[in-house]
Structures are given as structure tokens and as C-alpha cells.
RNA sequence: CGCGGAGUAGAGCAAUCCGGUAGCUCGUCGGGCUCAUAACCCGGAGGUUGUAGGUUCAAAUCCUAUCUCCGCAA
């Protein structure tokens, strides 16, 4: 089949390599424009560009695809299937219907749950036990086509957004792969969405990275791993922030004021909201590396019975 | 030229303003103690202070250049 791929962070690789390596013929492969990127703003290719070139595919970065601009890419390429994975705009409705068997979106959450742009990490910021890729044939809607293939993932207690995203990739591309060989076969049964179930999710902000010590120990813990590694949990200590990388539930209970420093030695745990603890792992002072909790400790002058601060108290 | 912080023993920090033999916590090695410990006691090793120049009797410290790392913003 001629397959345009459509994609742009490093989620879309492992796809893009698997269509590849596959017997299919890519013959386009479209993502966002290069973005200035890091702290000296440089000018960046996405790494599905990156990938694209390596193996000389012809890459195309339209800034929009709409009044027609989309459409009079698809007439130039002749696909007859455009695969979407995490590309980041809408496709127009003159596009999505261009292709002989449409356009298929590889989605990495159980839809209808976590529609929108971060579904993996709310995945893990809501505690859920289990996630999953989803495959679906795109309509106009934001994640809201009809279900072709679902694969699922168990989330394991510590498991951070970054290895989650990982995984998912690469099943995500397991799942592309199958969802091809069915629309080749003719062998779809498309399934509506519940829409009553559906659960829609925006792009994370800093915001969200803020801790909050009088919430529960478990809810601390989803946000310090559903936003690892980016855009990262933080308290405050010192005037200054502190970014919480890793930490683990702690089994110890206690009755100190949340954010109190509960115990610095073998182990530096913090008290919560609901009388349990948290203990941080890895940390980061602002302007500082990051460092395991042990090496923190040693010069920073964290001592038990300081307090994080809150945020507005 | 977006704003800012930092490079000192294996790790994290102090000493830098006001130049004068580099100190602390941890780890490591040796010994001791304990039913026991990420526990305690005693002792030791480990540094051309990121790099290159300059000023000075004397530079981690002052001046100039350069490399690297990081926080914010985007």
C-alpha cells in the first residue's frame, strides 16, 4: 500500500521505523515545521523529520492544512492510507477524506478515555491501573472516530510517564501494524465510541507540576510520576524551587503538618495530607543537577522538621 | 546576543566579597563494638580548585578569554 505517514515527536518514531521496515511504501511523510528548541533557541527538526531523512523519505512541514493545502499534497502523493501518530494539528475534512481507506490515528489511551493532547500522562495522574493504545479511523472530531483495534497496558505503581511513554510507542506500533493488515484484508469492524464515557484532556502546563502536601500520599505520588520527566513536580524550600524527579510511597505514617521533612536518614521522607508519607528519591535545586536524595542531603542543609511550602497558604 | 545559577577529593557542599599551607557531610579502605542496623567508636587514603593566560612576594579567591552543566522563559 502507499502510506503517507503523518507524525512529529519521538512518540511517532517507532511507528515511522515499523512502516518502514514493513512491506509498505511510504512515499511522504509529513510533520510540523522545525521549532526553535532549548535554551538557546535552535532551530530544531522533530525527530520524526530526523528519522524521515535518514532514510531518505521525502519530507514535507506544511504550517497548515487547511483551504486546501492538506488536499493538494495527498493529490500529489496518491496514498491509499495516511497514518496519523501524534502529529498535532486537525486534518480538515477535505484531507481526511482524500485517502481510498482514510485516515487512521494511532491514539495511546483507551479511548473514549483521554481524548486530547496528553493522554498518557493523565493516565498516571489519575492513578488509573491500566492503559493502552487505541487505533481508530479519524473523522472531524477530536479523538472521537470509530475504534478499529485496542491494545492494553497495565500500569505498574511506579511506573513514571516517561517509560510509559516508551512503552507505548512501541505498542502503538505493534498495533499500526495490525490495524494495516486488517484494512488490507478488508477485515474492520469499527466500533462506535461512548461518547457518555468520553474524558477529553488538554496539554499540560507547569502549573500542574505544583505540589500540593495536604492531598493524599498516593495522589503526590501519580503527579510526581505522571509528569516525570517533563514537565516535572516541584515544591518550594528556601526561596527557591525544588523539582521532585522520583519517589516512592513510603509505608511509614505520621502525624507531622504536611510538607514537614518526617526523616533524613535512610530515606528523606515527607508527610502528606492524609498522614502517610512520600519519599523523594531524586531531586533538583533550582539552577542545581539532579541528584539522588542521599547526595542532596549531604550539602544542602535539609534537616528534619523543615517544611515544603504549600502552594497559596 | 531573552533572564539567572554553578564548575573545589568518588558524591554533595564550604572557604571567594576583604588574596596568606583548602574545610564539612557522605562514600571508600583498615581496625573496633553490637543479637542486630543506611547504627556507633578509632584511624587512613584521596585535590595542579573546569581550561588558558594575566596581576602579585603569594591566587580557589582579583582581571581577561574559553569550555561544560543546570534553573526560568519559550
Excluded at 66 to 95: C, H, M, S, T, W
Excluded at 195 to 212: F, M, P, R, Y
Aim: with cysteine; glycine share 8%; aromatic share 6%.
Amino acid at each position: 500500500m502507499r502510506i503517507v505517514f503523518m507524525g512529529t515527536p519521538d512518540f511517532s518514531v517507532p511507528c515511522l521505523r515499523a512502516l518502514i521496515e514493513s512491506k509498505h511504501e511510504v512515499v511522504g511523510v509529513i510533520c510540523q515545521p522545525d521549532k526553535p528548541v532549548g535554551r538557546k533557541q535552535i532551530l530544531t527538526p522533530p525527530p520524526v523529520k530526523t528519522e524521515a531523512l535518514s532514510h531518505d523519505l521525502r519530507v514535507l512541514q506544511p504550517a497548515t492544512l487547511r483551504n486546501g493545502a492538506g488536499r493538494a499534497i495527498l493529490e500529489e502523493l496518491q496514498p491509499d492510507l495516511v497514518i496519523v501518530v501524534a502529529y498535532g494539528k486537525i486534518l480538515p475534512p477535505d484531507f481526511l477524506s482524500y485517502p481510498k481507506y482514510g485516515c487512521v490515528n494511532v491514539h495511546a489511551s483507551l479511548l473514549p478515555r483521554y481524548r486530547g493532547a496528553s493522554p498518557i500522562h493523565w493516565a498516571i495522574l489519575n492513578g488509573d491501573s491500566e492503559t493502552g493504545v487505541t487505533t481508530m479511523q479519524m473523522d472531524e472530531g477530536m479523538d472521537t472516530g470509530d475504534i478499529l483495534l485496542v491494545k492494553k497496558v497495565p500500569i505498574g505503581p511506579d511506573d513514571t510517564a516517561e517509560e510509559l511513554f516508551e512503552t507505548l510507542s512501541h505498542v502503538g506500533a505493534a498495533a499500526m501494524l495490525e490495524t494495516i493488515e486488517a484494512v488490507e484484508a478488508g477485515a474492520l469492524h469499527p466500533v462506535r465510541q461512548d461518547n457518555s464515557k468520553a474524558v477529553n484532556v488538554g496539554l499540560l502546563t507547569k502549573q500542574l507540576g505544583e505540589i500540593d502536601w495536604s492531598k493524599p500520599a498516593q495522589q503526590i505520588h501519580n503527579q510526581i510520576r505522571g509528569l516525570f520527566s517533563w514537565p516535572g513536580a516541584y515544591t518550594y524550600w528556601n526561596g527557591t524551587v525544588l523539582k521532585i524527579h522520583k519517589a516512592r510511597l513510603s509505608t511509614q505514617s505520621c502525624s507531622k503538618a504536611p510538607g514537614t521533612v518526617v526523616q533524613t536518614k535512610g530515606g528523606l521522607l515527607v508527610a502528606c495530607g492524609d498522614g502517610r508519607c512520600v519519599e523523594l528519591l531524586e531531586v533538583q535545586l533550582a539552577g542545581k543537577k539532579r541528584l539522588d536524595a542521599m547526595a542532596f542531603l549531604n550539602g544542602s542543609g535539609l534537616a528534619k522538621d523543615m517544611i515544603f511550602e504549600s502552594p497559596k497558604q
